[in-house]
């Protein structure tokens, strides 16, 4: 199966702009997750989507951060406007099923580098 | 605070020599962790899980060990390759929780 592909691989910009990140999850899976992970550390959820629905948005910093799932499939988080401690890759994830369930591992993308100079 | 962390930020071992990656983690109420794997530019790889009510676990040359007594995790790898090199985290998912909690992960590098 293909897996979750996520774009732009890299992208560099200026504190104070805007960016914007785009996940494609496997086919099939309800559940959708955007997670960020700073140089050196584990991912730390931002964003979980069950369907087009959020689920959990609670560690999202909604000042700056919005993310949608139009339709249930494809995702896109934006940041606006971005500082230098967004610096991090972003990652996204997919789920068959509800939540993280005993063999329903979640399933990652490659993820966007994103340096805010 | 509760946290899901690691024993050994590095691990260097010789090709073919058994792998041993520890993790320790705070919240019991954990009910099911998961060992990633995560190469240079990738995102992290499934490896393998297991759930709280069980010991121990196998797939193709890993073992997961979980003691609930001492909360304490460990991926085993056998005959360590070369491919084996990369970060590994584990993660735990908190019984009432929908995701998944991150350690900062330990770096093996095999020799070869």
């Known amino acids: 199966e293909a897996g979750v592909a996520q774009s732009p691989r890299y992208k560099i910009i200026e504190k104070r702009q805007s960016v914007a990140f785009w996940c494609n999850p496997i086919s099939g899976h309800a559940t959708l997750y955007w997670y960020q992970q700073i140089l050196g550390q584990g991912p730390k959820l931002l964003i979980q989507f069950q369907n087009n629905g959020v689920v959990d948005d609670s560690q999202l910093p909604k000042d700056r951060f919005s993310a949608e799932r139009l339709k249930g499939v494809d995702s896109t988080l934006k940041i606006q406007p971005a500082k230098l401690e967004d610096s991090a890759v972003y990652l996204c994830?997919?789920?068959?099923?509800?939540?993280?369930?005993?063999?329903?591992?979640?399933?990652f993308g490659n993820g966007t580098r994103l340096t805010v100079t | 605070g509760e946290s899901v962390g690691l024993h050994l930020p590095t691990l260097s071992v010789q090709e073919g020599d058994n792998s041993i990656i520890n993790c320790a983690y705070s919240n019991s109420a954990s009910d099911y962790f998961i060992w990633y794997k995560q190469e240079s530019g990738k995102g992290p790889q499934f490896i393998i899980d297991?759930?709280?009510?069980?010991d121990k676990r196998q797939g193709q040359r890993v073992t997961v060990l979980l003691n609930k007594t001492v909360k304490h995790l460990s991926l085993q790898i056998a005959a360590t390759q070369p491919g084996d090199s990369a970060v590994y985290f584990c993660a735990e998912k908190r019984t009432g929780a929908n995701n998944l909690f991150f350690g900062t992960g330990t770096r093996l590098t095999v020799i070869p």
């Open positions: 994830a997919s789920s068959a099923m509800a939540g993280q369930a005993y063999n329903s591992p979640l399933h």
């Open positions: 297991i759930r709280s009510n069980m």
